[in-house]
């Protein structure tokens, strides 16, 4: 299905009240703020204007034009009657108004569906936090704007969803869209799935969910899905409390743990344990679509390389062996105090030369499928030189880096991040990445 | 054994090169900056002066008067003769050079030893990256400085804990003392262990090992600490790949993980599996001495409440079942939509009033022992506002704290820190914190 008219609209109403604070003014706010080049039709009864963004713009007292999107905040007992009302006009509707089947109003919400579908209307929501279409510039929700880039969020999970999108920023991740769906009374994450699988400017996909109606149907998405682009699931309810929690949350009956965790390794999926780990995980595939499990780790001090090694190994992953030619040729340029076994321990003082050579000689090794270069910078050395040889070094195969120390590694991340190249901020979380790059 | 000339030292003297850039210098520079209210004396066979921090020091030829300790940065073969010369004037010597057992001189550094006995001298190293006694705002080591706090970081590996320090600068924790002991050629782990045991500035003690060479000795002192203060420890080198990198690093026998870990537990330490964890740990453990397995989530938001309920239940923690008259006096107060189940739901629009008032009649709850607060902060709703909600109830039983949402919260976080509450960046992160305490 083509969902393009929700998240690469060319015009927008949003309907409710335009008081600054109020829902539907913040969103509005947010597609002005945000760049968005296509139309803004704000509506309510009471007509007026809103300045929003150096703009003014007149609020009309009804959609009299057609539009992609209809935005709705407006209480929940009058939705079911405007979209009957603006049906004709719009293609897709997404309904952030709350008070249907969340706190036991299931009829309120299955006339909502019945009337968008008798005019043909697709329907998101109600009780969500809305959408963003980032490469679009169209930001049609409340939460924090992010930059554009690979990723997109479908989050069953508002406050989740904004939270991650916010994490994201703070993570450096780019994203190619974010949708809330909230109760799913229509639309729901399978479409959304199939939907992003086919989006050219989505190359991950990271989905929060605490439960699904159709099994069958979900699997089959997910399925599809994972065989286009890798996707990273992040299943809350787990528990016997938190499938309670989740119960009474967004009414998910969450299932035994154990039927999703089988489905999502059947389709391929990744499923990450923690919040973290999904902007972990949505920056590896933002660089490489996979990685073999044979890893050569290079670092420049002994305590975190050791600590890498002991998480690859935990994790399944392989601590590659060296090729002879590879350790001699270490071995021919690299100081004698520096060990060229895996992990090749460059010592305290390495500098551009030697990372840049190594990262050089260990890449064009047969036996090493991706490297994890580590670096703690010594106050004599910058950390934008270990960050130059990085970047310059040149390695056809995934290098994944763990530069580490607070405030001194400030400008070599930075660097390493303008040549699109994230920083994992611990051995461990570096090492992790790695596991999920083999996994696809 | 009574280390305080190491931590808490009048006078010191540093032997080196006093070059920008130099080892010595930096140390020197460290000590000044840092605000070193003793006497410090930079000693170099040369003399000159040399210019630091806004003041000039003069180079003395050779050490001609007593100090407390000295620290050294000279190569490593004249170390001994230096030891030899000056054992009569200082307590204890910190040896910074590199070149004894590390690279195969284990001659060289026993030598270095029996020197210092002879004259009861004690040393730390050699190849360390120094000490840090912040109470004494004497700041011995090349490392980035730390602000005054609760944490005694011991670390086998130099770079480790340069980069904890700094990381843990990033993540707000307060230090009491740093020591990077090397080869552990005389004082080791279990001396410092036992000396921070009794150190009254000390609160927490964090422990990065590959190996210790005492058994025995190491369990004891642990066992001594950890009846005294919380002891976090991280142990690197725990897989055969692990352990063999460690075996090159710092010459550790690693020995089989199963028996560290036995051992930890028996000691009644803290063992945490990742570096970020030791943070994480160090963070709780600043703020309480421990709490009971009965945790109450109180969230604003439901996605984030069922990740924190997966991760207690998944850890061994309870989720505590609320008293009756609990759930009556919050059914009360709060509106109908909140779930007042544990975990209990405030919804979005939670405010400043609603998160008081229910920490307050949740903490009175006798069945709960911790609470773990989450906040997404909507847009309409500051997170100043719930970080004061947090800070001014009335509750004496431990309150773990998650806000999230990058930038929105940032505000809040600042405040809460201010009155020492420390914010745990995700529900897992933060659920996790719980399971520590619990085992205290």
Known sequence: ?????????????????????????????????????????????????????????????????????????????????????????????????????????????????????????????????????????????????????????????????????????????????????????????????????????????????????????????????SSKKPVIVLKAGKSASGAKAAASHTGSLAGSYEIYHAAFKQAGAIEVEEMEELFDAAKAFEMYQRAGKRVAVITNSGGPGVLATDKLERLGLEIAKLDEKTVEELRSFLPPQCSVKNPIDLIADADYERYRKTIEVVCRDENVDALLVICVPPIFILSEEIARAVIEAECGKPVIVNFMAGELIKDGVELLDEHGIKNFPTPERAARVLKWLSMR
Chains 1, 2 share one sequence.
């Open 1 to 225: 299905m083509n969902l393009d008219f929700f998240f690469y609209p060319s015009s927008v109403a949003v309907f409710g009240s335009f008081k600054k604070g109020a829902i539907a003014y913040e969103i509005l706010r947010n597609i002005v703020e945000g760049g968005f080049e296509g139309k803004v039709i704000p509506v309510n009864p009471k007509g007026g204007t809103v300045e929003v963004g150096g703009k003014t713009f007149e609020i009309r007292e009804k959609l009299d034009e057609q539009v992609d999107t209809a935005i709705i905040a407006v209480p929940a007992k009058i939705v079911p009657a405007l979209i009957d009302e603006i049906g004709p006009l719009i293609r897709g509707a997404v309904v952030i108004s709350a008070g249907f089947s969340e706190v036991g109003n299931e009829k309120l919400e299955r006339e909502l569906v019945e009337k968008a579908l008798k005019h043909g209307v697709r329907v998101i929501g109600p009780n969500c936090a809305g959408i963003f279409g980032v490469h679009g510039k169209f930001f049609g929700s409340f939460e924090v704007r992010v930059k554009p880039g690979g990723l997109a969020l479908i989050s069953q999970s508002g406050a989740f969803g904004g939270a991650a999108l916010a994490m994201g920023n703070d993570e450096r991740i780019g994203f190619s869209a974010f949708v809330s769906y909230g109760n799913a009374a229509d639309l729901n994450e399978s479409d959304f799935l199939k939907y992003f699988a086919d989006d050219e400017n989505t190359k991950a996909i990271a989905l929060y969910i605490e439960g699904v109606k159709d099994g069958r149907r979900f699997l089959k998405a997910l399925r599809y899905a």
